[in-house]
């Protein structure tokens, strides 16, 4: 099977503009999660969809939004951006089991530098 | 709340060597999973080794295996026979409902 893949990988924005990332998870897989990735915050969740639906939303801000088609096929958008939102932005898919979330495959991420 | 810790930011080995990662967690829950993910330097992330928490026998995957103890709330990395290829961020994770992940711990397995 093909892996979790994000497109683009590296993106440079600046303050104020948004910015859309996609991710498209593997095949079979209906639950699609965000992480935002810095050096001093770690892994910091964003939100998890399954089923076109969000099933659990990290803290983060409301200018951080998502959404999932019904291929399973993830967006997320951030809006006004800032400078802190410079990071790395993984995506995740996994196979719920059940009310469990199993095993997370993450995707290589995009880049996001915010000028 | 669910949380997972790991003490240990810098980890260092020789090659060759043993080495240990040590990762607690806290949570009510009784079935879950835990998960050690590695992250080698600006490369994906991917799976090291999954324990599922109704099972008392821990997981080993090849040179990787954990100590579990589930009263102790504890879920360390043991890795054999350190090579240069992991050298890499390791998370420890626990999932019930949701992904939590601790903050890492970076090692290097010295030549």
């Known amino acids: 099977k093909a892996g979790v893949t994000q497109t683009p990988r590296y993106l440079i924005k600046t303050r104020g503009q948004q910015v859309t990332l996609s991710c498209s998870p593997i095949?079979?897989?209906?639950?699609v999660s965000w992480y935002q990735q810095t050096p001093g915050q770690g892994l910091q969740f964003l939100f998890e969809y399954f089923s076109e639906t969000q099933r659990n939303k990290g803290n983060f801000p409301g200018r951080f939004s998502g959404r999932q088609f019904s291929n399973s096929r993830s967006e997320m958008n951030v809006s006004t951006l800032e400078l802190g939102d410079s990071a790395l932005y993984l995506c995740?898919?996994?196979?719920?089991?059940?009310?469990?979330?199993?095993?997370?495959?993450f995707g290589p991420g995009t880049r996001l530098t915010v000028l | 709340a669910q949380t997972v810790t790991q003490s240990q930011p810098e980890m260092s080995v020789q090659e060759a060597e043993t080495v240990t990662l040590s990762c607690t967690y806290d949570t009510s829950e009784n079935n879950y999973y835990l998960f050690w993910y590695k992250q080698p330097p600006s490369r994906q992330m991917i799976l090291v080794i999954r324990?599922?928490?109704?099972?008392?026998q821990n997981a080993t995957e090849n040179r990787f295996s954990v100590n579990f103890q589930k009263a102790a709330k504890s879920f360390s990395l043991k890795i054999s026979d350190s090579q240069l290829g992991d050298t890499a961020m390791y998370f420890c994770a626990f999932t019930f409902n949701q992904f939590y992940f601790g903050t890492g711990t970076s090692l290097t397995v010295i030549p």
């Open positions: 095949s079979g897989h209906r639950s």
């Open positions: 324990q599922e928490a109704y099972k008392q």
């Open positions: 995740a898919s996994s196979a719920l089991t059940g009310f469990n979330t199993d095993t997370q495959y």
